[in-house]
């Protein structure tokens, strides 16, 4: 068997254990993997497309550029979280072990193990890219906080709900006359 043939065979297994993997970094895992609809759960959704995409295109040594559109879906999503770059970027170099882990368990695939430095190499690439798109997505929400906070938008947008501030000042006035 040819590893791009393994790989290809090897798809829907190598997906599902990549998706789940990248899923359980998030606090609430659960909900990501349960809920299917794309509205209710974009997450989750447009991690699995994202993740399926990327694979593919590594599978048919696609151009660089043609992983930027992906790449952007996930790692965007990514930026805007608690995510370190590093924790944002994982998931890509996790797919090296989930193949590894999804061969292993195959008699006709384990022999395969050993030509997969090329395709490594590629994923490594790929998970490059992936960090110049969270960089450049930083960069963007600095870029927009600091525009807020010279137009004094921030007034309004870190002010939160009109009804929590009330809360806050019903617990300040509470506060004030406990201490009477």
Same mark, same amino acid.
């Given at each position: 068997?040819?590893?791009?043939?393994?790989?290809?065979?090897?798809?829907?297994?190598?997906?599902?254990?990549?998706?789940?993997?990248?899923?359980?970094?998030?606090?609430?895992?659960?909900?990501?993997?349960?809920?299917?609809?794309?509205?209710?759960?974009?997450?989750?959704?447009?991690?699995?497309?994202?993740?399926?995409?990327?694979?593919?295109?590594? #599978? *048919?040594? %696609?151009?660089?550029?043609?992983?930027?559109?992906?790449?952007? =879906?996930?790692? $965007?999503? !990514?930026?805007?979280?608690?995510?370190?770059?590093?924790?944002?970027?994982?998931?890509?170099?996790?797919?090296?072990?989930?193949?590894?882990?999804?061969?292993?368990?195959?008699?006709?695939?384990?022999?395969?193990?050993?030509?997969?430095?090329?395709?490594?190499?590629?994923?490594?690439? #790929? *998970?490059? %890219?992936?960090?110049?798109?969270?960089?450049?997505?930083?960069? =963007?929400?600095? $870029?927009? !906080?600091?525009?807020?906070?010279?137009?004094?938008?921030?007034?309004?947008?870190?002010?939160?709900?009109?009804?929590?501030?009330?809360?806050?000042?019903?617990?300040?006035?509470?506060?004030?006359?406990?201490?009477?």
């Amino acid at each position: 068997m040819e590893l791009t043939e393994a790989l290809q065979h090897k798809q829907k297994d190598i997906h599902a254990l990549w998706l789940d993997r990248t899923l359980n970094s998030y606090v609430s895992p659960g909900f990501f993997k349960k809920a299917k609809d794309p509205f209710a759960n974009p997450v989750g959704v447009n991690i699995s497309k994202a993740l399926e995409s990327i694979f593919s295109l590594l #599978v *048919a040594r %696609a151009e660089q550029s043609e992983f930027s559109q992906p790449l952007d =879906q996930i790692i $965007r999503i !990514r930026a805007v979280q608690d995510f370190t770059p590093a924790q944002a970027v994982a998931p890509l170099l996790e797919l090296k072990w989930v193949i590894k882990e999804i061969f292993k368990k195959n008699d006709k695939t384990r022999d395969l193990l050993s030509q997969l430095d090329n395709f490594d190499c590629e994923i490594d690439r #790929v *998970a490059l %890219a992936g960090f110049d798109i969270y960089t450049e997505c930083r960069e =963007q929400l600095h $870029r927009c !906080r600091i525009r807020e906070l010279k137009s004094g938008s921030h007034l309004i947008t870190d002010g939160g709900c009109p009804s929590r501030l009330l809360d806050k000042e019903t617990a300040l006035a509470d506060n004030k006359q406990s201490d009477k």
